[in-house]
């Protein structure tokens, strides 16, 4: 099992700057995707956070990645704007597409934005957070595309689809309140990866051998991608994954996983997103206290026999952003590892890097 380490947020977000300039960012870019990866890293979401570094790198030596690119914005129709992000940084991409598109809310009251061709668009959380402080609800929707699929249809032994995210938020006081960001497979594959550096197994019921037969060792999906990932939910998780691939790929852009060419590292994400202004419902204020009303009738539910207590999406998040900021971010030696190893293929300095790194005392 590999050695973990908990560094300070402020650490990592150094490092991760560091990696990102090395491989091209300038200061901007650089600090607009550290931030994601390392506000990932802080709610939980490790799967992708810092140690998405590796395969940027190499998708920018495969020249599928391109630091610092202007993204195509078309004019709206409508309230429906597409933005061609040119494979540029997705973390940066997204929230460009996004202004571009929200620009239609004050006349339309909701925005409809298709983001095609992308670089990975990473925790898609980040955008319904994103959309609710500037007070909006929203809905978003990511296919992947540019790598074989990597989760097995509902009665499939092969893959079909990808992890096809989901995230959607309401606006309580500028903050995302509830936030359901979630794969439409048991779990995102970055898990997998995260789990076969630290040498764990995975829980039950994530993945399939190339039988089909579940499996809990993560090592040949995350080292050769030998089997697939589980959609959640049976029919019905594997039917909405589906319907993901419909709307950010079919609708909102060129090509679904059943068309784009396999390339060497590729994750290019299209990103089909719903952004609505509350108050052409009702006061802003009226649809918050309604949503805080419901969020509380949940959260007073008796818990399950060894449960502590009833959670709403988007309170682990709040729970390890606290945690994490007080008592620093895990990071596990292989994934560091990994990340100094791209940067070296950058003519990064290892030393000088890896001394940014600051581990936090427990
Ligand atoms: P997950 O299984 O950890 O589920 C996360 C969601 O479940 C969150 O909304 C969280 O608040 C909620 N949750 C967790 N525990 C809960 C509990 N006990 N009670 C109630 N709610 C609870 O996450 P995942 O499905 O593995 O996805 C991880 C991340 O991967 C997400 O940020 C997603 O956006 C990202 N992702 C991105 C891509 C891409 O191509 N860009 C692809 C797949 C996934």
């Given at each position: 099992m590999s050695h973990m380490s908990n560094y300070s947020s402020q650490s990592v977000k150094s490092f991760a700057m560091a990696v990102l300039k090395g491989f091209g960012c300038n200061e901007?870019?650089?600090?607009?995707?550290?931030?994601?990866?390392?506000?990932?890293?802080?709610?939980?979401?490790?799967?992708?956070?810092?140690?998405?570094?590796?395969?940027?790198?190499?998708?920018?030596?495969?020249?599928?990645?391109?630091?610092n690119q202007q993204p195509l914005l078309h004019d709206p129709i409508g309230a429906i704007s597409v933005v061609d992000a040119q494979r540029g940084f997705g973390h940066r991409m997204a929230l460009v597409a996004l202004d571009h598109a929200m620009q239609c809310v004050p006349e339309h009251k909701v925005a409809i934005l298709a983001l095609r061709n992308s670089g990975h668009v990473s925790r898609v959380g980040t955008y319904s957070e994103y959309c609710a402080a500037r007070g909006y609800v929203s809905i978003h929707m990511v296919n992947v595309v540019g790598h074989a699929p990597i989760?097995?249809?509902?009665?499939?032994?092969?893959?079909?689809?990808?992890?096809?995210?989901?995230?959607?938020?309401m606006p309580v006081d500028g903050q995302a309140t509830p936030l359901l960001d979630i794969a439409t497979s048991t779990v995102a594959f970055g898990k997998v990866r995260v789990a076969s550096n630290k040498g764990e197994k995975m829980p039950p019921g994530c993945l399939v051998d190339e039988q089909g037969l579940e499996t809990l060792d993560p090592d040949p999906m995350a080292k050769e991608r030998i089997g697939a990932l589980s959609a959640f939910g049976a029919h019905k998780g594997s039917g909405l994954g589906i319907f993901?691939?419909?709307?950010?790929?079919?609708?909102?852009?060129?090509?679904?996983?059943?068309?784009?060419?396999?390339?060497?590292?590729?994750?290019?994400?299209?990103?089909?997103?719903?952004?609505?202004?509350?108050?052409?419902?009702?006061?802003?204020?009226?649809?918050?206290?309604?949503?805080?009303?419901?969020?509380?009738?949940?959260?007073?539910?008796?818990?399950a026999v060894g449960t502590e207590s009833v959670l709403l999406p988007g309170d682990t998040e709040l729970r390890n952003r606290q945690q994490r900021n007080d008592?620093?971010?895990?990071?596990?030696?292989?994934?560091?590892?990994?990340?100094?190893?791209?940067?070296?293929?950058?003519?990064?300095?290892?030393?000088?890097?890896?001394?940014?790194?600051?581990p936090v005392s427990q």
């Open positions: 901007e870019e650089a600090d607009i995707v550290a931030d994601h990866l390392v506000d990932a890293n802080l709610t939980g979401h490790d799967s992708h956070g810092i140690g998405m570094l590796p395969l940027y790198g190499e998708q920018i030596l495969d020249g599928n990645l391109v630091p989760v097995a249809p509902f009665g499939a032994r092969e893959s079909g689809f990808s992890t096809n995210p989901i995230s959607m938020a993901v691939e419909l709307l950010a790929g079919a609708l909102a852009s060129t090509d679904t996983v059943a068309t784009m060419e396999h390339l060497p590292h590729g994750v290019i994400n299209n990103m089909f997103s719903i952004i609505i202004d509350p108050a052409a419902f009702d006061s802003e204020e009226a649809v918050a206290r309604r949503t805080m009303e419901f969020c509380n009738f949940i959260k007073e539910k008796q818990p008592h620093g971010i895990p990071v596990d030696d292989e994934t560091v590892r990994q990340i100094m190893d791209i940067a070296a293929r950058f003519d990064l300095s290892a030393a000088d890097t890896a001394a940014l790194l600051s």
